[in-house]
């Protein structure tokens, strides 16, 4: 099989090429002939069932391949295209096919956690665009190493927070700006959930369909197990990030965005796998991680992946101020003064309250999706500013990283608010970087 490092070599020539027309102005003359962005979708689970809707319901996009190296998730992949947006993209199994196909302007990442930044890194080094689905990186070694690939290759990436598009989020901190509330100086992101027990898997032949050791990729090699693939590798090391990263992401994301804070100075994280206790689920259930920031202002992540009591509708980011808060997600925007009075609401639907403004479908189908992957699309062709480009993005990431850092090392945190890196802690060092298989480990 061919590896990372000969692909990047064998593919240098055509990607130093596209190189010389990476920025967004001189790509957008070539894509206006065609008036249209090709597009390749990497990873056909549930979250891949929204976005290809989305790049569908773009103006400019088409989604013209899709990859999988689950070949029965593949087929039923391109069922649900032909039917949903009348399309039957050409599929392939080995993404590197697709990254050496010229036809192909940009890819999205839908895949599992531990491909997010190494598939997107060979993207940009491949000359293409990328959307990569939150969180970006397994750890901040490379979420640092995405950044820095992002600057070289000049490419468009986006991350698919996708509440960075919602309109009444913006109009929210843009009032926050104005003092609507005050001087803001906490917020808190919510998310629960009651996810059931992945019990102990056993260790099956690897199915004939599915190619595990492709499926692995970067990841130090583990035998197959039957409580792992499609869903439940989140709640593994190996390839996930846990819920601070699966969900949390989004909520941090709008309570940095909200509060006007970059990397914090202080850490600290309490929690653990408390609701289920003897099943092979390695990260954590609960967790609450408090992060300290410059001028005093504080931000707290309370993520519950098994007990779903709704405190402020199961997931959201409150905003508090001296005059007020604020009560922000993907459906509205509330306004409250001191006592909790509600002084206003606006929701994302102008027209009236829809039970589909409530909520999105379950595979994340929602306006804020479309309106994120627009975006995208815009930058690419016309240079629009992104709503979530990669280097911001990632600090919302780095955020996640050190919440598990600090609740792994069960120490407070000091942490530098320029760079995001941890101060003197030799522990925290080791944790930075994780392990890689052999001839998959990511580079500039």
């Keep these: 099989m061919t590896t990372r490092r000969n692909f990047i070599k064998n593919t240098a020539m055509g990607a130093a090429g596209v190189t010389l027309l990476s920025s967004s102005s001189a790509y957008a003359n070539i894509l206006g002939a065609n008036d249209s962005v090709n597009f390749a979708i990497l990873g056909c689970g549930g979250r891949a069932h929204g976005l290809v809707k989305a790049v569908a319901a773009s103006k400019q996009g088409k989604v013209v391949a899709i990859c999988d190296v689950d070949a029965n998730r593949l087929d039923k992949f391109k069922i649900f295209c032909k039917k949903e947006i009348n399309t039957s ?115 099956v032949p690897v199915p004939d369909t599915l190619d595990w050791d492709l499926w692995q990729g970067p990841a130090p090699r583990e035998v197959y197990r039957d409580n792992v693939h499609p869903y439940n590798w989140h709640w593994f090391r190996t390839w996930g990030t846990g819920e601070i990263h699966n969900n949390g992401t989004h909520e941090i994301d709008i309570c940095r965005w909200a509060l006007g804070v970059d990397y914090p100075t202080r850490v600290v994280s309490t929690g653990g796998r408390l609701h289920y206790t003897n099943d092979d689920w390695e990260w954590f259930d609960t967790q609450m991680v408090n992060y300290e920031f410059d001028g005093g202002k504080l931000l707290t992540w309370d993520g519950r992946s098994c007990n779903a009591f709704k405190s402020i509708g199961g997931r959201g980011a409150v905003i508090y101020g001296t005059k007020g808060s604020i009560h922000l997600d993907r459906a509205k925007y509330e306004l409250f003064n001191l006592g909790g009075k509600t002084i206003k609401t606006q929701f994302e639907n102008e027209k009236k309250e829809t039970k589909a403004n409530k909520t999105s479908d379950t595979v994340g189908f929602d306006g804020l999706t479309v309106t994120h992957m627009q975006n995208f699309i815009n930058a690419i062709v016309k240079g629009e500013t992104l709503n979530a480009p990669i280097a911001e993005a990632a600090i919302s990431t780095q955020l996640c990283h050190l919440g598990n850092i600090a609740q792994d090392l069960k120490e407070s945190l000091n942490v530098d608010a320029n760079t995001g890196r941890v101060l003197h802690n030799k522990g925290a060092d080791m944790l930075w970087k994780r392990t890689y298989e052999k001839g998959w480990e990511p580079t500039l």
């Design 89 to 203: 993209p050409k599929t392939e199994s080995d993404f590197r096919k697709l990254l050496a196909d010229k036809d192909i302007d940009a890819i999205i990442v839908a895949t599992p956690e531990h491909w997010h930044a190494p598939m997107a890194i060979m993207g940009m080094q491949a000359g293409k665009h990328v959307y990569v689905e939150k969180p970006c990186s397994h750890n901040p070694h490379e979420n640092e190493l995405l950044v820095q690939v992002q600057k070289k290759y000049n490419k468009v990436c986006q991350m698919g927070n996708q509440q960075r598009s919602s309109r009444t989020s913006a109009i929210a901190v843009n009032d926050i700006k104005d003092g609507i509330i005050g001087d803001v100086y906490a917020a808190k992101a919510v998310y629960a959930n009651a996810r059931k027990s992945i019990g102990v898997g056993k260790v």
